[in-house]
């Protein structure tokens, strides 16, 4: 089917999205004892992306595949790799905002993928694809600004 291969690159940005919300539910909840204002922005960027999913979840659904639940094996992989590096670093602010900006490229390189995928890819969900990850990259730039801020606060 045609549909097949666009139902699989939209479920894979669900995952992403997925990976992102349990990244930054996690990086927020890291915050909590370190910086009240970093907490309201992870949690924004995790309800960006709860949005996002949900959007890509309705576009599988018109095209008639089973939308994906669950998150990537990567994204597993980057929220283990956050629990340990939170462990030794002891929950810096700096660590946490590194471990952010590493979860927003991994987002970056997925919607780069998708829109470069040989899926065909109908115009309306490529704006929708090309609109998140726009968004997106405003998101890392973000995340990216608090990280230099406080890197250079603490020279």
Not at 60 to 65: E, R, T
Not at 75 to 89: C, E, H, N, P, Q
Request: net charge negative; hydrophobic share 35%.
């Amino acid at each position: 089917m045609a549909n097949d291969n666009l139902i699989m690159v939209l479920n894979d940005l669900i995952r992403i999205n997925n990976d992102r919300v349990a990244g930054y539910e996690k990086a927020a909840d890291e915050a909590r004892d370190i910086d009240v204002d970093l907490r309201a922005v992870f949690s924004r960027m995790a309800e960006e992306s709860r949005q996002y999913a949900a959007e890509l979840t309705q576009e599988v659904v018109k095209l008639g595949g089973d939308p994906a639940t669950g998150t990537t094996n990567s994204g597993k992989i980057y929220r283990v790799w956050m629990d340990l590096k939170a462990t030794f670093s002891g929950s810096s602010r700096q660590a946490v905002l590194e471990n952010c900006e590493y979860g927003e490229d991994a987002a970056q390189k997925a919607y780069d993928s998708a829109l470069k995928s040989d899926a065909e890819i109908n115009a309306d969900i490529r704006q929708l694809i090309t609109n998140q990850k726009s968004s997106l990259k405003t998101s890392h730039d973000v995340i990216k600004k608090y990280r230099d801020l406080h890197a250079s606060v603490n020279k």
